[in-house]
């Protein structure tokens, strides 16, 4: 995956945490920002051992029990009704979910 | 002796015996749930009308004598994490209020197919992110050892209400000790199986690689029954495990005699002496000692990565947790909070989104979804969560040396007992270390039991020992956990829960 | 609005294109990718959904197993070659049609890499030049629902709201990469419809997927990006979305690769940037900017173990394949006898597999080409659709075919039945019965036309009389008018000579 050759430094600036929030799409608040920023450099100060924990010989570990090839018969399961799956929806036109206008474009 | 106090397994009996019905003990459970849920807050939604009526039906099947096994007719309670069709399931959150599923979790549906009928649904920390019940965002559930205190979290509610003899069983979900944790803190028995053990579908994932639900109880042998009606394989769940299960409760009826001859015990070395309380030490010590004597062969086992254990979770779990918690966007199910833009423009889908997600999540969660995203944004996954995946590698081969020097791996479960209510709210890393211990199981996918093993002398609260076993060795929990439980209970005359205060009248 | 561009041919007079296309297969199976929903286009919104493709709290995904035979069998079909061991990963990014925000997707370890397809590019003068497209990968993922924005535009832009129907979500997609096609000069938007219309045809003969481009099941997202002539370097490149039938491919290269031309040679700096095309007005305009700062966050996913394709079942999935298409062409060619000029054109029509059918279901070679290369070929141009996608079953013509052997319709009223196949009015059987299409053969009725024809032109009927036999086309032509059509021309010839000789 993604790799960038240093070893980033464990501590987390007020823009980094705005710009982490804005990717979570989280609206954190001017008070909240102020507030995360020193609490997750504390944590990732805390969590740091963890890179000369394992040398780069060490294989990683996804799941603790190692199983694969897990499938299942291309066979129709029966699922919702349209009125189940609709049932949590804050808004409901024409059997859809209603969502505000979206701005971006689809990827 | 009244409903409310005997064991499933005791009421299995009674029930089989025909000498009460489900509907006599259902109700007595929700009368004392009415009594003392007031002062506990274990329950976050009582289905007092659907219980009824589930325990009316095992009534008849028990007449038609075609009961569905062993616990039909036996009420449950549910951690709010786990889907329930037709019930609320909120994961203790805002941004979850009052959604109703329209499915069941395979877990609920196992309960539901076995004849349980299902109290209710049971409080934790918001998405199970915590180890207090404090950052529920319906309010804290008290430790009905003493109600200032918490009961141990993220399951704090499903143990509360099983110690406070709400219920005689509850489903748990153990991430990092969830279940193992509470249940040390509040005196009860708490099992995170093997990963894989018991499905996951429907469980609301924290951490999808270290999730697994697990049974809450009063006695080893009724987690053993509970674990196997809920345990086994489940097509719906990719990772769940195919072996057939060992059986448990044989296990944990043989440990019962308390004969521990050729059980070979290892006590992990990093898991004690710094950071412990000595009240947890001290009965921790006792019980290796009472299975010495009872014939267990005891060795010091040590486990070097386990030192890095806590920082490995606290890197894989907020990093799935952020992209878990994505869903929650205002536009399918759950809280929608529509901002009016100041210059009078209708809002956008992502404006919803932002503020809908800034009013829904408790800051526990907020924090835990900033820190994941980090450490799976571009530049860092390699130095972050994927570091911990090889420190993983390293907890793993620890526990496979130590299970080739031990039959099963013994510590205390939690380093300290209940604290007081809103004492760690504000100090996020100290409110970390109380999964110290029961971090490492998760991280290696290996079984685990918390058996209460006595009170600490400084503030006479419970402590739990917890025991560890090899991957699909569950029946090995259920074995020493059995035994220790009646070597204790000799010790002890009784239970550890018969020395608990009386909550009668400590309701609403 | 509107951006300026440079002529075709001053462009590549100063240009190198790169060419990207980047192709989306919905396969056809009978469920979704990770759960059981039924597939089935145009069903109700919202009645194909169950916890795990509706992203609820709890649900997990399970990998369908045909969809994973059928990514090895395209990636086989594409000479690529098939992992040992590969996983899913989620790509997360926020969008209202993505039920759990994010993709479940292959990243760095997709299912099939290193392939290639040979393209045959039709070019004047009737001969063909063959490109090599190199495949960089083919990954499963899954697809996203379906939005309808509501307002004035009608469009995702200006819209008051939009709704959202989930059916399509989950569905198994396979994202079929190439790496940059280069060296193709002027013919590059050629390339680019031939490489999409003969993945089109692979797909088909594998049977994996519908490939309608009209109905999404295949849609192509068009990279382009021009460097100086002979620099031998990348330019910044552009990503043309969605572009929905081959023509438009085409349409959509030589679209970009004039308004880069433009850009660049007054200076400017191409954006790197998605595009959208527009079908009706023939012009792409901006979409999303894609910086490098896009952050997907990409990490396997937690809730599937890794695919792990045995190597039996991976060579028996191999030798199972349908024959590859150039020894197809030619064994087909060699069967049906015809020239390479006729091969050449139906190929390009995209008519291979139709004509095939259309033999199978009994007409000859020649008759089953005459009818797609001729009278289908001409509606689909003047429709602008695909052949395929005109609505003409090969079974349907095979029987107009055998309509006209029989001798109940000639040309012309086998014309008319088309008319009504491709109104939708039912089968060729039917469409006689009810429009009254088939020939006269009542020898009363058209002796009687026959009479009054001669009756109504004397003058003709005499020149006949003296030997003129070419004059009886004038007749033939009176009788055909008064029985609208509906008589066999040969039969009337020979009623004519019987009066007249
Ligand atoms: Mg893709
Ligand atoms: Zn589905």
Redesign the pocket.
Known sequence: MACMPETPEHSISREEVAHLADLARIDLSDAELDHLAPQLSVILESIASIQEAAGADVPPTSHALPLTNVYRDDVVRPGLTAEEALSGAPEVERQRFKVPRILGDEQ | MSAERRTAAELAAALAAGETTSVEITQAHLDRIAEVDGAVHAFLHVDAEGALRDAAASDRRRADDSPLGVLDGVPIAVKDVLATRGLPTTCGSRILEGWVPPYDATVVARLRAAGLPILGKTNMDEFAMGSSTEHSAFGPTHNPWDLTRIPGGSGGGSAAAVAAYETPLAVGTDTGGSIRQPGAVTGTVGVKPTYGGVSRYGLVALANSLDQAGPVTRTVLDAALLHEVVGGHDPLDSTSIEQALPSLVDAARQGADGDLAGVRIGVVKELGGEGYQAGVLARFEESVELMTKAGAEVVEVSCPSFVHALATYYLILPAEASSNLARFDAMRYGLRVTPQPADGSAPSAEDVMRVTREAGFGDEVKRRIILGTYALSSGYYDAYYGQAQKVRTLVVRDFGAAFERADVLVSPTAPTTAFRIGEKVDDPLAMYLNDLATIPANLSGVPGISVPSGLADEDGLPVGVQILAPALADDRVYRVGAALESLLAQQWGGRLLDQAPELTGAGA | MSDSLMSYDQALAAFDPALGLEV?VELNTVTKMFCGCPTTFGAAPNTQTCPTCLGLPGSMPVVNAAAVESAIRIGLALNCSIAEWCRFAR?NYFYPDMPKNF?T?QYDEPIAYDGWLEVAVPVEGGDVETYRVEIERAHM?EDTGKSTHIGRTGRIHGADYSLVDYNRAGIP?I?IVTKPVLGTGERAPDVARAYVGQLRELLLGLGVSDVRMEQGSLRCDVNLSLAPKGSGTLGTRTETKNVNSLRSVERAARYEVQRHAAVLAQGGRILQETRHWHEDTGITTSGREKSDAEDYRYFPEPDLVPVAPGREWVERLRTELPEPPQERRARLQEAWGFTDLEMRDTVGAGALVLVEQTIAAGATAQAARKWWLGELARRANESETELSELGAAPADVARVQALVDEGTLNDRLARQVLDGLLAGEGTPDEIVAARGLAIVSDEGALGAAVDNAIAANPGVAEKIREGKVAAAGALIGAVMKEMRGQADANRVRELILDRLG
């Open positions: 989306h790509k993709q997707s993922e997609l994202e």
